[in-house]
Nanobody, 124 residues
């Protein structure tokens, strides 16, 4: 059982930055592919970014490319999402997820473990 705890959300103005963190309880954290998803009110949860297990190969949603960066620190069992140039449409609850598959999936149903989420609000 992997427990994930997100932090770092908050209120920021348009154009600002936030760094989200997701701490994992699992000592074998490096063997999990990790993903960040978000869900805005009234919308389905959507993929934001993913990072492959063992190797720092990353994938992004088109909406995140060039603005967001996913990274991981296996020594700290933590994955990060650096978000720059934030827009009001980035407002959502952001979730991290983990799965033991090799390639991070863009599909939320393929992740086994989830955090509780952290709210990100971008004001215009």
């Amino acid at each position: 059982q992997v427990q994930l705890v997100e932090s770092g959300g908050g209120l920021v103005q348009t154009g600002g930055s936030l760094r989200l963190s997701c701490a994992a309880s699992e000592r074998t954290f490096s063997t999990y592919s990790m993903g960040w998803f978000r869900q805005a009110p009234g919308k389905e949860r959507e993929f934001v970014a993913g990072i492959r297990r063992l190797l720092d190969i990353t994938i992004y949603a088109d909406s995140a490319k060039g603005r967001f960066t996913i990274s991981r620190d296996n020594a700290k069992n933590t994955v990060y999402l650096q978000m720059n140039s934030l827009r009001p449409e980035d407002t959502a609850v952001y979730y991290c997820a983990a799965d033991s598959r090799t390639i991070p999936s863009r599909t939320d149903s393929e992740y086994r473990y989830w955090g509780q989420g952290t709210q990100v609000t971008v004001s215009s």
